[in-house]
């Protein structure tokens, strides 16, 4: 493989991702929208081109990591998009969180030019990534998955393999991300009444982050809204939103009831109108106070 790798999107995740590549010897060609977001890796010796086609070398192995479905769709199809310049024998590892469809529909593209996609979306927020610590999926053709496990070990802390199908990793994704915002939910729902009780609604977190839910969730985020606390922004609202759209969308096109996740996106929808599209995604608990009478500080 080509250690010179080209990487599209150097948003919150995809700058420190990008960098441990660097670190880790690759040489990168990189390109961001903004390209200012770009003047750190190229001060570690990335070289930052203009158009997104150009990060793509023929036969070599492009990263993307965008923020949603549309910009995937635009950087790889058409004249001089990923797929075309990639040619035969390319690889696209896509670590966006896009609907399973897309990514089907993208594999059909890619092989009309003779090269694979391999949808590789990954668990974790920003401090993650930075510290190589994200839990990193895959799913595409098993030889270009070997290729690539490489790149993919050095940026995260393991890699799950979900087979051959093109968007089953996408699945997964969406899966865990609905989980997430469930949990997201029903802990500001469980800490608001315990407040309304009376009870230390930081005591309760800390209880539960310790035995029954002595998981990274819990320790983290349900810290968090037992806190009030909403930054630094890891992930924010309107993605959630965007994700939990992804999920019902994929869970209609197999005739599959998702009245949680219809529950949650609502509220989600909610905190939108409210002007907090740009606020942490675990922020939805301020819906939640609000409908308690709450105040949003302790």
């Known amino acids: 493989m080509n250690t010179e790798i080209g990487f599209i999107g150097l948003g919150a995740m995809g700058e420190p991702m990008a960098a441990n590549l660097l670190a880790a010897g690759y040489k990168l060609r990189v390109y961001n929208r903004t390209a200012s977001k770009a003047e750190p890796l190229v001060k570690a010796g990335a070289t930052r081109v203009e158009r997104p086609g150009d ?3 023929p036969g070599g192995v492009v990263i993307t990591m965008l923020a949603d479905d549309a910009a995937l769709e635009q950087v790889t199809l058409g004249p001089g998009g990923i ?4 040619g035969p024998g390319g690889i696209h590892v896509s670590m966006s969180t896009v609907a399973p469809a897309t990514t089907r529909r993208l594999a059909k593209d ?10 590789s979306p990954v668990f974790g927020r920003p401090d993650a990534a930075k510290a190589k610590r994200l839990w990193v999926l895959a799913s595409g053709p098993a030889a270009q998955k070997t290729t ?9 802390q393991a890699v799950f393999d979900f087979g051959e199908e093109p968007g089953a990793a996408n699945v997964v994704k969406l899966a865990g991300n609905f989980l997430i915002a469930a949990n997201l939910e029903a802990m500001s729902e469980a800490f608001a009444m315990a407040e309304k009780q009376g009870v230390d609604r930081t005591a309760v977190a800390d209880l539960l982050a310790k035995t029954l839910f002595a998981c990274p969730i819990y320790q ?4 968090a809204i037992a ?3 909403f930054t630094p ?11 939990l759209e992804l999920t019902l969308r994929t869970a209609g096109e197999v005739t599959t009831p998702l009245p949680i996740a219809s529950l949650v996106r609502d ?9 907090r599209a740009d606020m942490d995604w675990s922020a939805i608990a301020l819906g939640v106070l609000d409908d308690a009478g709450l105040s949003h500080k302790d």
């Open 220 to 223: 983290g985020y349900g810290k």
């Open 110 to 119: 890619h092989a009309a030019h003779g090269n694979i996609i391999i949808a």
């Open 233 to 243: 922004v890891g992930f924010r609202m309107r993605l959630g939103l965007k994700d």
């Open 148 to 156: 690539i496990r490489p790149l993919l070990e050095a940026m995260g």
């Open 55 to 57: 990060a793509a070398l």
């Open 267 to 275: 509220r989600f929808l909610a905190n939108l109108a409210k002007g």
């Open 227 to 229: 806190e009030k606390r």
């Open 83 to 86: 797929a075309e310049r990639l």
